[in-house]
């Protein structure tokens, strides 16, 4: 059974700083392309980072040089540090597992900035 858990969200304050991660079960971590996408309240799902199997990543114009995305394939996680944070980025996160056309989800963790 593949599962997807993702923990660390919360509230912050402007100019904060979260990190979230996403704990894999059930697949093959290494070789899977993991995302983080976001989707707020009356939007669509976005792309906030992607990392390859290879480590490569991708990044979302609106979070460049504010966000890293890792991973660690020995613990099957990956990692979303979130700096200066701005109320914008308030939205549920999620983790997703990619490779060749076969997609999981995970659950969601909100984030809401705000003062």
């Known amino acids: 059974q593949v599962q997807l858990v993702e923990s660390g969200g919360g509230l912050r304050q402007p100019g904060g700083s979260l990190r979230l991660s996403c704990a894999a079960s059930?697949?093959?971590?290494?070789?899977?392309?993991m995302g983080w996408y976001r989707q707020a309240p009356g939007k669509q799902r976005e792309l906030v980072a992607s990392?390859?199997?290879?480590?490569?990543?991708n990044y979302a114009d609106s979070v460049k040089g504010r966000f890293t995305i890792s991973r660690d394939n020995a613990k099957n996680t990956v990692y979303l540090q979130m700096n200066s944070l701005k109320p914008e980025d308030t939205a549920v996160y999620y983790c997703n597992a990619d490779r060749r056309a076969v997609n999981y989800w995970g659950q969601g963790t909100p984030v809401t900035v705000s003062s």
């Open positions: 990392i390859t199997s290879g480590g490569s990543t």
């Open positions: 059930g697949i093959a971590f290494s070789l899977f392309a």
